[in-house]
């Protein structure tokens, strides 16, 4: 999965609680509770389909309500694994990252320090997996982090790649 830099900004998150808005809680945890969250998507500003996540143990909360979230350009981490520092320019977008290599925090902590709003991580297979820390010591992650299934990793991949001008995500 890879994407040219010119069309990763055509791509824009915006992620929304499916559930229960989080409780007040220690951002700098590894106890948050587990939400569904939906991510909706546009292209060329017309609305499109709806993708399932979960959020991870140990992110920040994501707004309970639309009208708190801000439309932010996503696009894929390099290294695709966000397990080394990013070469692509990360600030002010959602970083893509594929499963593996490393533990979730390490690639939640390398998006953040490169300035994501927020990470999406991608799953191996066609599922929700629980996002834990690797360990119980106290992390710092203030970006939301949330799971997407693998197809749903395609999915956006496709859609990074083509020759669309205006795919977003809400």
């Known amino acids: 999965m890879a994407s040219s830099p010119s069309l990763a900004v055509a791509v824009v998150v915006l992620l929304l609680l499916a559930l ?15 939400q569904l969250v939906k991510i909706k998507s546009w292209i060329d ?13 140990f992110s920040s909360y994501l ?15 390099d290294p695709i694994d966000c397990c080394s520092s990013s ?3 990360l600030s002010g977008s959602v970083a893509l990252c594929v499963r593996g290599t490393c533990d979730f925090t390490t690639k939640a902590t390398f998006a953040q320090s ?4 927020a990470t999406l991580m991608i799953n191996n297979a066609d599922e929700l997996f629980e996002m834990e820390c690797s360990n119980y010591t106290r992390i710092n992650i203030s970006i939301p982090v ?6 749903t990793g395609d999915t956006l991949n496709k859609l990074l790649t083509s020759k ?3 795919q977003s995500f809400n």
């Open 164 to 166: 669309s001008k205006g």
């Open 63 to 77: 707004p309970e309500d639309a009208d708190q979230a801000s439309k932010t350009p996503a696009l894929f981490s």
């Open 87 to 89: 070469t692509s320019k």
């Open 114 to 117: 490169a300035g994501a709003t």
């Open 20 to 34: 229960f808005a989080a409780a007040a809680a220690d951002d700098a945890s590894c106890h948050h509770d587990l």
């Open 45 to 57: 500003g017309k609305k499109d389909v709806d993708y399932n996540g979960m959020t991870a143990r």
């Open 146 to 151: 949330v799971e997407i299934t693998k197809s």
